[in-house]
């Protein structure tokens, strides 16, 4: 470093609160425990129906199979209470787009009052689904659609034996939809909140039905369905229009704040060899002096978290930026130890972690805000394939990424040039702003939903549009 940097340096010390920099670099240790939830949840699946409920039925007037997979009508009909009713024995699952169940119609009876519909555990098990509220049924005697009341509104067409039927909830449209011999009927609006069970009904001398909850094949391409309905929305996306100079100088300032430099000199040259060239009005600018502050310097302590570097990158902020290691005990010195530590259990150096480990994190034990972390860390000493482990988050590049997160928002924080009540923008990009608002509105629209549908993470979404295009 030159006598100028030094000097630059001085001037960081002075002007740095170190205090207010800690604060802020605590949002890091929060996303190391949501990395450590993401991975917990999706590991975690909903449990499905599988098999008719024999113990919430109407069993005096059908006959389960031994399976559980078969209903037959065993009695005859004499009035609207007297119905043959059984329900899965699990609840439709809703962290998903969709949920389908299909029923073969073996016989159709003397009658063919069979119907396929969804009900709330707390309904009469006597009653045809649709017949009360709550409930929702497409019935096969008439093709009408019951949703609540006692009498069914016009929908489909009638299906007797040698019919396959369906019934599925939409969860992003919030809809019910049926289908008959793998088409689809129709849909409508889905009205009934909570927990809603796959119900099957017969109502006539030797009706029989089989169901199918997915251990076969369905007769409907309930995934081609999915495709569908995720194209409408991302057509819906695709006519909005964005100006390219907005997107432009999101990127760039993206690009600035996490100190990506080589990647910046390219979209620069890339961007004014268009046709035409992408300019910026002034209203749109964003400030890119705050943003290229120590660029050089981030870009180069960036790349050594990145190689798992740890001591290098170390030695670099004792040399540039001394204030933001000095205190041992800081968020940012314990993120770097414990990189440390993983990359060492990543090359099967496991007695070197082990007094690593009781060298620098030891110093953290019994430390509010970094214990269950430093217990996670110790863990992964435990499995012979830590990799594939509970805690193999630890080992991906995208653990390495959010350290250099953490190392890039404290070196931004030294800068002179910001007030005190200013440097929470250094914890996010005006691009990742923008994408935090998306998730808030995404969340907050599941919740209106009843936290029905496929739980939004953003990850998932960028990744899956990455591929798409």
Aim: overall charge negative; hydrophobic content about 35%; glycine content about 8%.
């Amino acid at each position: 470093m030159n006598s100028t940097a030094n000097s630059d340096n001085g001037r960081r010390n002075e002007n740095c609160d170190a205090g207010n920099g800690q604060d802020l670099i605590l949002h890091f240790l929060d996303k190391v425990r949501l990395s450590r939830g993401d991975a917990m949840e999706e590991s975690e699946g909903e449990e499905s129906p599988t098999e008719l409920n024999t113990i919430n039925s109407a069993g005096g007037f059908l006959i389960v199979s031994p399976d559980k997979l078969s209903v037959k009508y065993t009695n005859t009909n004499l009035h609207g209470h007297d119905v043959g009713v059984v329900q899965a024995n699990k609840p439709a699952p809703f962290k998903c787009l969709t949920y389908y169940f299909e029923i073969f119609v073996k016989d159709a009876g003397v009658k063919g009052q069979i119907a396929i519909g969804f009900t709330k555990e707390s309904f009469k098990m006597r009653r045809q689904p649709g017949w009360e509220v709550n409930s929702c049924g497409y019935h096969g005697d008439d093709g009408y659609l019951y949703r609540g009341k006692g009498i069914g509104e016009a929908f489909g067409p009638t299906y007797s034996t040698g019919d396959t039927v369906g019934g599925g909830i939409n969860y992003g449209s919030q809809e019910f939809f049926f289908t008959k011999n793998g088409a689809l009927v129709g849909k409508i609006p889905k009205d009934i909140k909570g927990h809603l069970f796959p119900t099957v009904a017969v109502h006539s001398q030797n009706e029989e039905v089989s169901v199918n909850f997915g251990k076969t094949k369905f007769a409907f391409d309930v995934k081609g369905y999915e495709a569908s309905e995720r194209n409408k929305q991302q057509m819906a996306i695709d006519k909005i229009s964005i100006p390219p100079n907005i997107g432009y100088a999101l990127v760039k300032a993206y690009l600035l704040h996490y100190g990506y430099e080589e990647t910046l000199n390219a979209f620069n040259v890339a961007t004014e060899t268009t046709v035409p060239p992408i300019h910026i009005a002034q209203e749109n600018a964003i400030d890119e002096d705050d943003s290229s502050y120590a660029l050089h310097q981030r870009k180069t302590i960036r790349q050594l978290v990145r190689d798992g570097e740890i001591n290098a990158a170390l030695a670099r902020l004792r040399e540039w930026y001394p204030q933001i290691v000095q205190e041992e005990k800081s968020v940012v010195c314990f993120l770097l130890h414990c990189q440390k530590f993983i990359e060492l259990v990543r090359v099967g150096k496991l007695e070197e972690g082990v007094k690593y480990g009781r060298l620098e994190l030891a110093k953290f034990v019994g430390l509010t805000g970094f214990q269950d972390i430093v217990e996670d860390c110790f863990a992964l000493l435990v499995y012979r394939k830590p990799e594939e482990s509970s805690l193999g988050y630890f080992l991906e590049d995208s653990q390495r990424e959010l350290v250099a997160d953490a190392v890039n928002a404290a070196i931004l924080s030294t800068n002179p040039n910001k007030k005190d009540e200013q440097r929470s923008c250094h914890l996010h990009s005006h691009l990742e702003v923008l994408l935090r608002q998306l998730t808030v509105c995404c969340l907050e629209r599941r919740s209106l939903n009843g936290n029905q549908g496929e739980t939004f993470r953003l990850h998932h979404v960028l990744n899956n549009n990455s591929t798409r295009r």
